[in-house]
């Protein structure tokens, strides 16, 4: 059975840093594209980046760029979410997703995890 588990969310304060893991099960991460998503409190899930080995890191929020990073143990078959210097626009649930390969909309993601809740307060 082909699963993916988030782990890492919960309650920052602005400035603060989390780090979010993606567990995969059933697969490994090696052949796949891996993307975090977002979904924040009354708006629609957007991309936030994404990994390929074919093209590397697409960021699809431009302002996460340089405080958000994607990181891999291949070993642990896990994919990392660093988020460095959060923001309350930060707030969302996010989920990762792994697929064929990377979009914004998340059309090529065949797995998905369950999401786990970031709040960053001011």
């Known amino acids: 059975e082909v699963q993916l588990v988030e782990s890492g969310g919960g309650l920052v304060q602005a400035g603060g840093s989390l780090r979010l893991s993606c567990a995969a099960s059933?697969?490994?991460?090696?052949?796949?594209?891996i993307g975090w998503f977002r979904q924040a409190p009354g708006e629609v899930r957007e991309g936030v980046l994404c990994f390929s080995s074919s093209h590397g890191s697409t960021y699809y929020v431009d302002s996460v760029k340089g405080r958000f990073a994607i990181s891999s143990d291949a070993a642990k078959n896990t994919v990392y979410l660093q988020m460095n210097s959060l923001k309350p626009e930060d707030t969302a649930v996010y989920y990762c997703?792994?697929?064929?390969?990377?979009?914004?909309?998340?059309?090529?993601?065949?797995?998905w995890g369950q999401g786990t809740a970031v709040t960053v307060s001011s």
């Open positions: 997703a792994a697929g064929a390969a990377c979009d914004y909309g998340g059309r090529y993601m065949d797995s």
């Open positions: 059933g697969f490994s991460f090696d052949d796949y594209a």
